[in-house]
């Protein structure tokens, strides 16, 4: 539920993004909000920026720039939110699985070792980036033979090709790791209070 009095910018906030997780948490903060469905075409993107040499994170940044971008020239004046997330396993980018014998291969391979998440996030307005970052988790799964990694698959179903790296940790997913280091948000994909001070760094919250 939105809180009255808290959004303060006089256009709308737009969230370039039909996630449901990014939605839940944004929705957590009571601000009132949009939204809208990006079109980019990521795989472009990704190419093109790792031709040029950008790692894992700046990619995150990349693909939240883009998003923002191109929803804000629709909606003149909005603020508008774009984000996006990156799993890298040292240089090795995954993507979500596309069946469950991708997603058993994703597993398997980060299995035992560590991960980075990078969640980057732009606000645009305009058409004009006005803040952007990105923010990193490190997880640590547990060492997993395929057996275990079977009955896992079992136990999540369909939902190990909604998430990249075959995995959600909101979920049964959690059994999978030993330690994580980082925010929860960011390791859900809209790293909220880094969000929080980007507005009220523009003058767009009350509190």
Do not use: N
């Not at 508008?80 to 990156?86: K, M, R, S, Y």
């Not at 939902?159 to 049964?172: C, I, M, P, R, W």
């Not at 980082?182 to 919250?205: C, K, N, Q, S, Y």
């Amino acid at each position: 539920m939105s809180l009255p009095g808290l959004w303060r910018d006089p256009a709308p906030l737009v969230l370039a993004s039909t996630s449901a997780t990014r939605g839940g948490l944004l929705a957590s903060t009571g601000l009132p909000f949009e939204t809208a469905r990006p079109d980019v075409d990521e795989r472009a993107i990704e190419a093109a920026a790792r031709a040029e040499g950008a790692g894992p994170d700046a990619l995150a940044a990349r693909l939240a720039r883009e998003k923002a971008l191109s929803v804000s020239p629709a909606r003149p004046g909005a603020l508008v939110i774009g984000a996006d997330q990156t799993l890298a396993l040292g240089d090795r980018l995954f993507h979500k699985p596309a069946s469950r014998e991708e997603a058993r291969a994703q597993v398997a391979a980060l299995a035992g070792r560590t991960h980075a998440l990078h969640s980057g996030v732009a606000l645009a307005r305009d058409g004009v980036v006005v803040a952007a970052f990105v923010e990193s988790a490190r997880l640590t799964m547990r060492p997993l033979d395929a057996a275990a990694i079977d009955l896992y698959l079992d136990l999540a179903g369909d939902l190990v090709t909604t998430s990249v790296g075959g995995y959600q940790l909101e979920g049964v997913g959690a059994h999978l790791f030993a330690t994580v280091e980082g925010d929860h948000a960011t390791i859900l994909g809209l790293p909220i209070l880094p969000l929080l001070a980007a507005l009220r760094g523009l003058g767009a919250l009350a509190l």
